[in-house]
């Protein structure tokens, strides 16, 4: 007695139908698939790249802080260096006016000698050459140390390094010239120790 069974052959019209549908399936998932992993790319790298234009623009604006503290760094250094050299420069200032008041002093001591002539006591001439030989020696010590003394006798009234003691006409002098320094002006590494006390021609 012959089995009656449903059975298809293979390789039926039905079989190929069920499989290109399964292919058909396979190859819209599989397209899916690769279209959600090109998106997901896209998004990292846009997100990388986002983040690397925010990473450059920090690290511009720290570059940019660094480079202004270094400068104020320097400008502080070169302030701090400048004020103690200053500080150590003219720390004996106040000193310095007491010892040139002792070196015109000393000048006014030789003035109050007598001129010197011919036939003169030996005794006035060793006093004169004793107190000239002290002036040069004292005025070469205080050069070394900075203390300067200008006699500014011919030049043109400064009111910076002059004082004005009193004004006398000269023809033979232009209006504002020094014609008669009673003290020389002093400075102290070039800064004004110690005005000068002058006449000034008024014409």
Not at 6 to 18: F, L, M, V
Not at 134 to 160: K, M, W, Y
């Amino acid at each position: 007695m012959t089995n009656m069974t449903d059975t298809h052959e293979a390789g039926s019209p039905a079989d190929e139908a069920a499989t290109d549908l399964n292919e058909h399936h396979s190859s819209v998932h599989g397209d899916a698939a690769a279209d959600d992993q090109a998106s997901s790319s896209d998004q990292v790298m846009s997100a990388a790249s986002s983040r690397i234009k925010e990473l450059e623009a920090q690290l511009a604006e720290e570059h940019d802080k660094w480079m202004r503290s270094e400068a104020e760094m320097q400008n502080l250094r070169t302030r701090t260096k400048r004020e103690i050299d200053d500080a150590r420069q003219y720390a004996v200032q106040k000193f310095a006016r007491d010892v040139v008041e002792a070196a015109e002093n000393l000048k006014r001591g030789l003035a109050s000698l007598p001129p010197k002539t011919e036939g003169e006591d030996s005794i006035i001439t060793k006093m004169r050459e004793g107190i000239e030989g002290t002036e040069r020696s004292f005025l070469s010590i205080l050069e070394r140390h900075g203390v300067v003394c200008h006699d500014p006798a011919g030049q043109a009234f400064d009111a910076n390094h002059h004082q004005a003691m009193a004004e006398q006409p000269s023809p033979e002098h232009e209006t504002g010239t020094v014609i008669q320094a009673w003290t020389p002006t002093w400075t102290l590494h070039g800064r004004l120790l110690k005005p000068a006390m002058v006449v000034v021609a008024k014409n």
